[in-house]
């Protein structure tokens, strides 16, 4: 078995909040695994509790074969990183892109700083003419391209992706999604995407999973979601939202 | 240097695509600078600081005589004249001597107290908003009890314990200046704790020290530079206080404060032994007040496109 990255019975309880009721999912190495559900059913929850965000109170992560407690270790961050929704907020605001892809190398001790943050900066589009400039002096599309030069640079196995474009217009989105599939399939990275856009988990996704308040609902490869081959209610009420609204005549 | 020269080296400052670390550094400088120097008033309050600098730094050129050594046979007590600017006190030492060499005495308690509490406030705050839990409560409840006393009283206490002297009063007016430090710099660090990028931090696997030290830190700093400035013109009175009750520089120090107490005895007669001193204290302080509104303008990163 390969699996990446698996999730068993997985709990977390914000104060008495139950915001994820026993949540298990596996996903395999080099695959691309999608979270769907309305806003609150806990897909970010369980993608903050697998990096360590959140309180998990019961239940077990394994990455890679390894079975990870309440704290993660340096190890776990050069294997799993995690782009953030917004982008206009994941970037610190006094720091300019050269010192934010320092920091991770800096705290891993890697020697060749230089060349990784040219080399990072290239792969994602963006020229050394971006290195030295502050977050606020970049686009959404850019600074999320910093984001994920920033994800990739300890060189992880799996990326956690939240929502990573929903924050993105139309057209910067198409651009990042494309960036995303890019750099996965030259380094056969395996992600955990969450969104609420139907469309875009069919396009970059090849199963995923169903979330509704804290618990799964069901799991579906993409073709049968795009075939509407679905089981349960609720995702044929996604679906139906998902195709916008319907003039009844 | 020719106005092209000027404007291209304006250009690079405000290039948005600099070139290497130091340029985006300098070119932030800048853009501060420029918001701050537009601010007239502000401006004449940096003036009034660098003239204070300037006089501590030459008073023994700038000083016409002794601040200690009076002439107690012809000079005692002499309205402002020529020869003594702002008059002689009770012991002929001529005033606007003694001004000039207080300034330096000025200078030290003020830039002592910042530098010893200053940092002690940053540190317990952003340790305690970071941290959260039992950590905070305990320090933030220890910096409530500093706050409670009205801060002379308890600078007096310390004075009292400590027995007077010039350091004394720097010490005690630094354990008592500290807390509202500690109070902005965790209320800052509570906004920024969990915004994203201090979680993609934190995904890096750094350090809670490091988290702190190097991402935190900087966001409070700009806030408590402010703060810290506008509190020198109060530093600098209660210095005063505490010379005036006999408590911070002793005599013959030429200490501001210490020169009104001595002055007290006359002050209807000769107004000028008091009155010069405190001119001397009033213009300090502004400068400080002044300076420190300009630097909330330019420093506040809520303000503008910073």
Redesign the interface.
């Known amino acids: 078995m390969n699996a990446a990255l698996s999730v068993d019975g997985l709990e977390v309880i914000f104060d008495r909040f139950r915001a994820l009721k026993g949540v298990s999912l596996e996903v395999r190495s080099g695959e691309s695994y999608g979270l769907v559900g309305e806003s609150g059913s806990g897909k970010s929850t369980l993608l903050r509790a697998i990096?360590?965000?959140a309180p998990v109170a019961s239940g077990s992560i394994t990455v890679n074969g390894k079975n990870l407690g309440k704290g993660?270790?340096?190890a776990?961050?050069?294997e799993v990183?995690?782009v953030?929704?917004?982008p206009y907020?994941?970037?610190?605001?006094?720091q300019?892109v050269?010192r934010l892809l320092q920091?991770?190398l800096a705290?891993?001790g890697f020697a060749d700083g230089e060349k990784r943050i040219e080399r990072a900066l290239d792969e994602v589009g963006l020229g050394t003419?971006?290195r030295?400039?502050?977050a606020?002096?970049l686009s959404g599309g850019q600074r999320q391209r910093v984001?994920i030069a920033?994800a990739l640079i300890?060189e992880p196995s799996i990326l956690l992706l939240d929502e990573p474009t929903s924050a993105l217009d139309a057209s910067v989105q198409a651009e990042v999604l494309n960036l995303l599939e890019e750099v996965r399939r030259r380094r056969k990275l395996t992600f955990l995407m969450v969104s609420h856009d139907l469309a875009i988990i069919t396009h970059m996704c090849e199963r995923l999973m169903v979330m509704q308040s804290g618990e799964a609902v069901e799991n579906l490869t993409a073709s049968q979601l795009v075939g509407h081959r679905v089981t349960k209610d609720y995702t044929r009420n996604l679906l139906r939202a998902s195709e916008g609204f319907v003039r009844t005549a | 240097m020719s106005t092209e020269a000027i404007q291209s080296r304006r250009d690079w400052l405000l290039s948005e695509r600099p070139a290497s670390r130091m340029q985006a550094r300098l070119g932030r400088a800048y853009v501060a600078w420029r918001r701050f120097s537009a601010n007239r008033l502000a401006f004449v309050g940096l003036l009034i600081i660098l003239a204070l600098l300037v006089v501590a730094a030459f008073a023994d050129v700038l000083a016409p005589y002794s601040p200690t050594i009076g002439d107690l046979k012809n000079a005692r007590l002499l309205a402002p004249s020529a020869a003594h600017w702002f008059g002689t006190d009770d012991l002929g030492r001529d005033i606007y001597s003694r001004i000039i060499y207080g300034s330096r005495w000025t200078l030290y308690v003020v830039i002592l107290v910042a530098i010893i509490a200053a940092p002690v406030g940053l540190l317990v705050g952003t340790v305690a908003g970071y941290a959260g839990g039992w950590t905070d409560a305990i320090l933030m409840r220890i910096t409530d009890i500093f706050l409670a006393f009205p801060k002379l009283v308890l600078a007096l206490a310390f004075v009292a314990a400590l027995g007077p002297g010039i350091e004394n009063a720097v010490l005690a007016i630094a354990i008592t200046s500290w807390p509202p430090y500690a109070r902005i710099a965790r209320a800052e660090t509570l906004t920024v704790r969990n915004s994203d990028y201090i979680k993609a931090v934190q995904l890096m696997g750094a350090s809670p020290f490091r988290i702190v030290l190097r991402h935190i830190m900087p966001l409070c700093i700009s806030s408590l530079i402010i703060r810290v400035t506008l509190d020198m013109a109060g530093i600098i009175l209660t210095a005063a206080g505490l010379g005036f009750l006999g408590l911070g520089a002793q005599p013959p120090l030429p200490e501001w404060g210490t020169m009104i107490a001595s002055g007290r005895r006359f002050i209807l007669d000769q107004w000028w032994v008091a009155g010069a001193p405190g001119f001397a204290i009033l213009i300090v302080s502004l400068g400080f007040n002044l300076l420190g509104d300009g630097l909330r303008d330019a420093l506040d990163p809520r303000s503008g496109d910073q």
């Open positions: 990096a360590g965000l993660r270790d340096k776990f961050y050069r990183q995690m953030f929704q917004d907020g994941s970037l610190h605001p006094r300019t050269d920091e991770p705290i891993h003419g971006f030295f400039r502050y606020h002096q984001a920033r300890l």
